[in-house]
């Protein structure tokens, strides 16, 4: 096991693996930074290229690209309000305002140190965890996987900030939105109008662009200046967030753990964990004022979480064949190409491949955030740019981003109507993150429900994993209220006793 | 000005110039072919797109760029669509999608923007079969566990009503008297094999060319956990995975069905043997047509894509165009009640 190990850090260094993973790490530099195009749509692209290639080369070539994306999409989702990526929407919450308070390079600092801690550790935790992940991984079934769905539910409300039901809403906005398109089971269309192109439903990457990227268009339009709105000090604090990634190192620990946990369940993707680990921070937090308005946690929380998955995300790919997105959908097709067929024999027989695999991604990881973090002032300059300069680049990017979903006008419509949708949001105060995460567990739950219910009837409720999550979303729900009941209740004491000894 | 407007009308004239005049070769040197591939980059339509598209170019007169463009929706109903209607008619642009949207427009499917028997097939990919398989520690080992009413009950995984894993079974079931439980809502091929294998069902149904590209492992090796019952059509293929497996229509004949049941046995399992197809729209002229058929001919017969194809495991049993539009034909002129029984079985 340990030899394969290190042998499967040599073999990243050798020649020309490692040359190819520098060139995968430039294309994902650029992919990430772009908004609505992403990790998907460049792998397709590289995807001809690697039929010439071994093994070891093609995956440096596709991990190094697909590796950094999730590290260089917090620099967009922090930078502009816009997600990079899917996986990078929750850095948003609090990366943006940051920025917007002239805390750029603390966020951007921070969003990197902690993505390198969690591809570290998420890689780590998977190299220890393949003797049991087997078991592990088939541990889980349709009911878990609505277990799981539920468990995102409950973290509605901790997304919504300040408008707890405002927030709740949305969530359910989102859910319904969810529906769109053919029922899993028997194929009836719903919402469709007549068009085909819905029959799949929204497209996520275009209700996430228009959701965030439009509004902050328009804001910065209307306000006519630069992103930041204040200038606080100079502008780096890269070095503050660094910091900061340690010196709330659980968060990072923890949020590096959901995210390897959500990685390792096939077919749960970092779309969920990225808001799960942002909840986390949340609610562990003691003082939660800050959430929403710029607090440096909530970007550790994600920025180490959808890092920390990539790694994991390989397992139920290899082993199962079973992608948890789009991106790992086109490298299994990758792994088909150079006639490598998943299966839990490839656990054992192609050790050292893996092992290489899981380097891949801490050494693309390490490179990236050593090259950011020279160019880092740099970009955190971006947000003293004026706005007018700033928009048409942006726009052209939005809507490329948003056609690119589906090559086709109807994504592009899809972006805008989200676009508008957004900027209601924005006006009236409501949290468009609960959205989205109705959007993204809508598909899991409405199928694992169904296919519970016809596999096991009530019984999937008895399961010991089923329970266990149940229990973890209820305390979710509910556990916030107590500690606020019991907090008022000791306040009331307190009071009683002072007044009678008055 | 007037020389201006002249040189403007002569350019228009030149661009919009019916190309059908100029030879095969002129209109494709230095032209662009897209290949609008109507799923998401990483499944098998689009693996086989990227395939062809590295070697097709040299056997194209001109050798034009082939570029590809995903266009994902409503199972590539979308891209069919699009390449029938909007898309140029001059030869320009390939489609790719699943064979199973012949049926789709036999049933009258809503949807169905196009007529199969009018497009331009250029190729296949796969001559394949439908099948089912059990888990080993199922209890069930042969077809005959499952049939009759003294059978057991098979829960088999599937995604989606009228695609390639629930037809067999709803098929089988129809006809030849099995009883699988077909429990549908998986969101692909990927989730329904690992419902079989975390044993969340009993088995599953999908075709051959899927066992052999993505899941051998169930199979043979140290994770094997199935083994295949029946394939659809009138003979087996000689594979290990098969040996002394029934095929559909063989076990009708020897449990005596009737016309009918062997009628929507041929039915359903013709469309597999057109498995990963190719066409252009109805108005691309004949000669580009032919130079793309022997094109897609030539290209499958190129060692460079041999050679791929070998080292991930495919084993290619590609037909012409020619045979594609035959089998397309075949099957919409199914005879009516068959069709309608299908619809039936399938709901």
Known sequence: MLEAFLSGLLDVF?????????????????VGILPGIGSPGAMAIMLPFIFAMKPLEAFAFLLGMYAVTATTGDITSILFGVPGEVVSAATIIDGHPMAKHGEAGRALGAALMSSLVGAVIGAFTLAAAIPIVTPLVLSFKSPEFLALGLLGIAFLAVLSGESKLKGVLAGGMGLVLAMVG???????????????????????????VGLFAIPEIVDLWVKGTGIAETQVGKLGGVWQGIKDTFIHLGITLRCSMIGTFF????????????????????????????????DVRG??????????????AMIPTIAF??????????????FIIQGLQPGPKMLTEKLSLIFSMVWLIVVSNIITVMVCLIFLNQLAK???????????ALLTLVFLGGYADTNSYLALAITLSFGVVGLVMVHQGWPRPPMVLGLVLGPLIERNLFISYEVYRFGFLLRPIVVVI?????????????????IRRSALKEKAVVASEE | MGKKLWLLAASFAFLTAPASGASVEDFYRGKTIRIVVGFAPGGATDTNARLLQKVLPKHIPGSPNIVIENKPGGGSMLAANTVYNTEPQDGSVIGAFTQDLVLQQALAAPGVRFDAAKYQWLSSTFDTAGMCAARTDSGVTRIEDVIGDRGKELVVSSFGKGGPSHIPPAVFNATLGTRFKIVTGYEGGAPQRLAVKNKEVQGFCTTFQTIMSVAADMFEGPGACCKVLIVAGSEVENHPFLKGVPAAEKLAEKLGKGKDDLALLRATHAINRINLPQAVAPGVPQDRVQALRRAFEKAFADPELRAAAEKMKMDLSPKTG???SRIVQELLSTPKPVLARLKEVIQ
Not at chain 1, 280 to 288: N, R
Not at chain 1, 470 to 486: G, S
């Open chain 1, 14 to 30: 050798a020649y020309p693996t490692f040359l190819l993973m520098l060139l995968g790490i430039a294309a994902g530099f650029v």
């Open chain 1, 182 to 208: 053919l029922d899993p089971q028997e194929n009836i269309e719903r919402y469709t109008f007549g068009l085909v192109g819905l029959w799949e439903g929204v497209g996520l990457v275009a209700a996430l």
């Open chain 1, 263 to 294: 990685g390792l369940v096939p077919g749960v993707s970092g779309a969920l964990s990225q808001w799960v680990a942002y909840g986390h921070a949340v609610q562990s937090a003691s003082d939660k004022s800050r959430f929403g308005k710029g």
């Open chain 1, 299 to 312: 970007v550790l929380g994600p920025g180490a979480a959808n890092n920390s998955g990539i790694g994991a």
């Open chain 1, 321 to 334: 064949g079973v992608p948890g997105s789009a991106t790992t959908a086109i490298l299994l097709g990758a």
């Open chain 1, 382 to 392: 971006i947000t003293h740019i004026r706005g007018a300069l700033l928009i048409p």
């Open chain 1, 470 to 486: 149940i229990v973890i979303a209820l305390a979710v729900l509910f556990l916030p209220n107590i500690q606020e009941m019991v």
């Open chain 2, 322 to 324: 020619e045979e594609v």
